[in-house]
C-alpha cells in the first residue's frame, strides 16, 4: 500500500502515532500505533525508512515510507544499559533522545540516560558503543570511550562523517571523530557562578533592595533562576556573540544540524534561541530569536523574533 502523500501546501497530515502513551502496533499501520514520547528522527540513506527515538519506550522505531507500517527496531522496552555487541533489537536503551545516520547507513543513537553514543552496524544489525563512559561530569577531551557525556540530547552528522553531539547538561558541543577515535570539544564554557545561578530560588537568601534602576533574576514554575533577557536587564549569560564558540555559555542545548559547509546550528533552548558556529572562524552567533519566550509574529527578521 503506498502511503505516500501529495497535499496542498499548508496542510498538515498524521504520519504515525495515535496520540496514546502506550507503545503499541509493532507491525501494523503506523497511524494506528502508540508512540510514547517521540524525539529526534532520521531518514536512512536510501530513503526507505524514517528512524525515530521513542524515548517513552526506550526504543528505537521504524516507519516503512512506502507500506506505511512502524516496526521495532532496537531497544527492549526496559530502561537500562545493556546487549552491546549483540543484536540491537535484544539491547536495553536508556532514554533515546536522537538518531543520526552515517554515510554508510549505520545508525548513531544518542543514548542520553547512559550518558552514551552508540552504533549499530548496517551489516550486521550488531550494537555498540563508540562514545561515552557511562559516567556524567565533563573530563576533558580524548579517546572517545574514555571521555564522559552528561546527558546528551541530540546528534548529527557532518562531512567526511563527523559525528556532532549536544553534550546538554555539560554545556557543550562536542565532535567524534570515527577515523581518529577522539572527542574534541568545539563549543561551550561553563564556570562555578554558572551553576550557582542553577540553583532553587529556596536554597539562596533574597534581599530586597529599593530604588529605580535594579534589575533580577526570576524563577521559573520549578522554582529555578533564570535570567530575565529584557530590555535593560541582565542578558549578560547571553552575551557571548562574535566571540570564539569555546566561550560561548550554552544553556540548554536540545538540538544540532550541520550545513554542507560543517557550520553547526544548536537550538539553546535555555536562551530561547538557534546559534551557529562558524566552520572556518570557531565564532557563534544568532541566527533566530533574541532571549526572551514568547511569539510575537512573524515576517520579520530572525534574529529579532521571539
Known amino acids: ?65 512506502q507500506e506505511g507500517t512502524v516496526h521495532n527496531f532496537a531497544g527492549i522496552g526496559e530502561t537500562c544499559y545493556s546487549g552491546d555487541e549483540g543484536v540491537c533489537g535484544e539491547a536495553g536503551l536508556y532514554l533515546p533522545l536522537g538518531v543520526a545516520f552515517d554515510s554508510q547507513n549505520n545508525l548513531y543513537i544518542c543514548d542520553s540516560g547512559s550518558n552514551r553514543i552508540r552504533k549499530v552496524d548496517h551489516e550486521t544489525g550488531i550494537i555498540t558503543t563508540v562514545v561515552g563512559t557511562g559516567q556524567h561530569g565533563f573530563n576533558g577531551d580524548g579517546s572517545a570511550r574514555e571521555v564522559n557525556l552528561t546527558w546528551p540530547a541530540a546528534i548529527a552528522f557532518g562531512q567526511d562523517d563527523r559525528l556532532y553531539i549536544a553534550d546538554t547538561q555539560a554545556h557543550k558541543v562536542r565532535r ?88 553547526v546550528y544548536v537550538v539553546d533552548k535555555g536562551s530561547n534561541r538557534v546559534r551557529k558556529i562558524d566552520a572556518q572562524t570557531g565564532v557563534i552567533s544568532t541566527v533566530a530569536g533574541v532571549c526572551r519566550y514568547g511569539y510575537d509574529g512573524d515576517d520579520k527578521p530572525a534574529v529579532r523574533a521571539m
Open 176 to 263: 567524534y571523530d570515527p577515523k581518529t577515535d577522539l572527542v574534541t570539544t568545539i563549543a561551550g564554557t561553563w564556570t562555578a557562578e554558572d551553576d550557582a545561578r542553577e540553583q532553587p530560588l529556596v536554597a539562596r537568601n533574597l534581599v530586597v533592595l529599593s530604588g529605580d534602576a535594579i534589575g533580577i533574576d526570576f524563577s521559573d514554575d520549578q522554582g529555578w533562576l533564570m535570567p530575565v533577557c529584557s530590555d535593560g536587564l541582565d542578558m549578560s549569560m547571553y552575551l557571548d556573540d562574535g566571540k570564539p564558540a569555546m566561550e560561548a555559555r550554552l544553556y540548554d542545548i536540545v538540538g544540532i544540524a550541520v550545513d554542507h559547509a560543517d557550520n
Open 1 to 65: 500500500m503506498d502511503t505516500e502523500l501529495c497535499l496542498a501546501a499548508g496542510y498538515i497530515e498524521t504520519f504515525a502515532g495515535n496520540g496514546k502513551a502506550r507503545s503499541t502496533g509493532d507491525g501494523k499501520r503506523a497511524v494506528k500505533a502508540g508512540i510514547p514520547l517521540p524525539h529526534h528522527g532520521a531518514l536512512d540513506r536510501k530513503e526507505q525508512w524514517f528512524y525515530f527515538a521513542e524515548s517513552g519506550s526506550d526504543r528505537i522505531r521504524r516507519v516503512h515510507l
